[in-house]
């Protein structure tokens, strides 16, 4: 992640379209720059007929099939939205208004790697605020069966992840997630399942009215067969990899970026949330402080 001491926001418009994984309807993306100190907020017409706006909280999470989702006040949803705040979160971009036509973000090819690439062309510019963020003061821990994520100090945020998967055994990664590392190690990898789970849920999703992976195809996500992934790899484990992009995303969902080490053991996005609605109810645990000035240094646009 990129921290310099004053907020950033997108350096103009940001525009993406496509079909969402599990409505499998297709949807216009814009980001547009937004003021210091606004947050991430996401905007699309509201079941009233008007424009809702959802802030990117932990509080306005909800619990969907296999994504992370967030709802308004009068239960509109948008859904899928982790990619993108992890892509956000990497590049260090603070306050972004999110537009869409539609109730999901589209996959694109199942990774972050397209919103990287249009990052990059729109640029990053830095705002005229001091950037705020979540200093982890002490070790907390949320266990759930053969699950568990960390948190303890540390000067600068790391992530680090371990996963299993029958077929490929143990797969980790580790490491720091500035802009440069998330855009070549992490943001390629892909949404992955296995074939043989891929049409019960599709099935069970129609049957009770949920839309599940309806948008899925060979293009948008890596296949798991047996032991392999079809088509191959691309990235060495790159299962492990995507569960710390999506890791990424839900913890952007603290609304500041959070300073300390991440340890995790077969997260997923259940946990991850669990994991962040109880650390934040621990206020002995961290505090949210303004970055001095003196750590800023030349800003940095991939």
Avoid: Y
């Avoid at 007929?49 to 967030?70: D, E, F, K, Y």
């Avoid at 979160?89 to 996959?107: H, K, M, T």
């Avoid at 069966?145 to 797969?171: A, H, K, Q, W, Y």
């Avoid at 997630?177 to 998330?182: G, S, Y």
Wanted: glycine residues 12%.
């Amino acid at each position: 992640m990129h921290h310099p001491a004053t907020e950033s926001t997108v350096a103009r418009d940001i525009v993406a379209t496509g079909r969402g994984l599990h409505t499998g309807r297709r949807v216009r993306v814009r980001v547009c720059p937004a003021p210091a100190g606004s947050g991430i907020c996401f905007r699309r017409r509201g079941r009233g007929g008007g424009t809702v706006s959802i802030p990117a909280l932990w509080g306005n999470r909800v619990s969907q099939p296999m994504c992370t989702a967030l709802q308004a006040e009068d239960g509109t949803l948008v859904r899928t939205v982790e990619h993108l705040l992890a892509a956000l979160l990497a590049f260090g971009v603070d306050n972004a208004r999110v537009e869409l036509d539609a109730e999901e973000l589209p996959i694109l090819d199942g990774s972050a790697g397209p919103w990287c690439e249009l990052l990059r062309e729109a640029g990053v510019e830095t705002q005229d605020a001091g950037r705020r963020v979540i200093r982890v003061t002490g070790r907390f821990c949320h266990r759930q069966d053969n699950r568990r994520i960390c948190v303890e100090p540390s000067g600068r945020p790391v992530i680090d992840v371990t996963m299993d998967l029958r077929g490929f055994g143990s797969m980790h990664w580790r490491g720091e997630p500035t802009a440069e590392v998330f855009c070549h190690e992490i943001a390629p990898a892909r949404s992955f399942g296995r074939v043989k789970w891929a049409l019960p849920a599709k099935l069970a999703g129609l049957i009770g009215r949920r839309p599940v992976l309806r948008g899925a195809h060979l293009g948008n996500v890596a296949p798991v067969w047996g032991g392999r992934i079809l088509g191959g790899m691309r990235l060495p484990d790159e299962p492990v990899r995507h569960r710390v992009l999506d890791l990424l995303g839900d913890l952007a969902l603290a609304g500041r970026p959070i300073i300390g080490r991440v340890t995790a053991l077969r997260p997923g996005h259940e946990m991850n949330h669990a994991f962040l609605s109880r650390l934040m109810q621990r206020e002995d645990l961290w505090e949210e402080v303004l970055l001095p000035s003196t750590t800023a240094g030349p800003h940095q646009t991939l």
